[in-house]
């Protein structure tokens, strides 16, 4: 039988003897003494009654031990997406004016988002920043209830995650209004699939079409993340009947694969074929691509990133506002052009 009598003379009260004294685990008895959520109003009247009557008092030397900043935000991004290395540069930026540094954790083709999480886990970061994360939302809301997680670059269906995105529905309509207002009138969109921002940008797309008329039109090719994956969507573009004389893409790397296949088929860009991206990466910025894309603000987005993920690990932040949207804005360069003929 458990001696919960309490401990021995002259030694001192410990987590363990209010745990066995209250007949709950020592993890519970940390989350009652520490105020944190995970118990309930019952359970902590019982251990609060056990502590008392063994005499407990906190160890306050490791409790500010325990409580040492490490000042450290882990950041976990994909290798395979340019703007993500444009994000990164600006959350250091961001990090740096407020004290904090960054650790970097890589999703790879062969690391998926779960390891990149773990890894940092083991850093002692403070706080979490997912760069288009493609985590179940239950997992996202699971993660916050551990630490501060702010989502970048994604919408997310459940209000306890803190998340900072571009508007991508607004930015998809912005595409769309350059290319009519150039007049075209045949207009595809190379679709990103499952990718996060996808499903928003899709619907940008065909509400803008509707509203300048052009619904009957609507022409959805399927893309990606990758060349490969805009390099497919481009011949299915080329087999199309009538052939759109322009196309709006899921973002820019897809959209370098789309203008590769145009041109080895002989089509000039923009003369024959007008191209937008998305995101203004790095990328578009190239002398040889020069592509007309859809930026989204990293200052900004990475700013608000790193405030948010401060302000919830000091307690400042909002309760209740989660999500904050950042306005896009078009960037013309030279691969659209009014429609040949």
């Given at each position: ?28 008895v940390?989350?009652?003494m ?29 409790r ?18 340019p ?27 062969g ?38 997680v ?9 209000r ?44 940008g ?10 619904g ?19 011949r ?31 089509l ?26 859809v ?47």
């Amino acid at each position: 039988m458990t001696d919960v009598s309490g401990p021995s003379r002259g030694r001192r009260t410990t987590l363990a003897d209010v745990a066995a004294r209250a007949g709950v685990s020592v993890p519970l008895v940390s989350i009652v003494m520490r105020d944190a959520p995970g118990a309930s109003a019952a359970t902590r009247e019982r251990v609060r009654r056990a502590a008392e009557e063994l005499g407990y008092r906190p160890d306050i030397r490791a409790r500010l031990l325990r409580r040492a900043r490490s000042r450290l935000i882990g950041v976990v991004f994909g290798v395979q997406h340019p703007f993500h290395g444009d994000l990164v540069s600006g959350l250091y930026t961001a990090a740096e004016a407020v004290g904090y540094e960054l650790a970097l954790s890589a999703v790879t083709p062969g690391r998926d988002e779960r390891r990149a999480v773990a890894s940092l886990l083991q850093d002692r970061c403070e706080a979490l920043i997912l760069l288009g994360p493609q985590l179940a939302a239950s997992d996202l809301a699971e993660l916050t209830a551990r630490m501060p997680v702010v989502v970048v670059a994604r919408a997310v269906r459940n209000r306890a995650v803190d998340v900072v995105r571009t508007d991508d529905a607004a930015g998809l309509h912005l595409a769309v209004d350059h290319l009519v207002e150039l007049g075209h009138t045949r207009i595809a969109h190379v679709d990103g699939g499952r990718a996060p921002g996808a499903a928003e940008r899709r619907r940008g797309y065909r509400k803008a079409l509707h509203e300048h008329g052009l619904g009957a039109g609507e022409l959805v090719l399927s893309g990606g993340l990758t060349e490969d994956e805009g390099a497919a969507a481009a011949r299915a573009l080329l087999e199309a009947d009538p052939r759109p004389t322009a196309a709006t893409v899921f973002n820019d790397r897809c959209a370098t694969g789309v203008l590769d296949v145009l041109r080895r088929a002989g089509l000039s860009v923009p003369r024959d074929v007008s191209v937008v991206g998305f995101d203004d990466s790095s990328l578009a910025r190239l002398s040889h691509v020069a592509l007309t894309t859809v930026a989204q603000d990293t200052e900004r987005l990475t700013a608000l990133a790193v405030a948010r993920a401060t302000a919830r690990l000091d307690g400042t932040a909002p309760a209740s506002e989660r999500e904050q949207v950042v306005p896009p804005h078009l960037v013309v360069r030279g691969t659209t052009a009014p429609p040949p003929g």
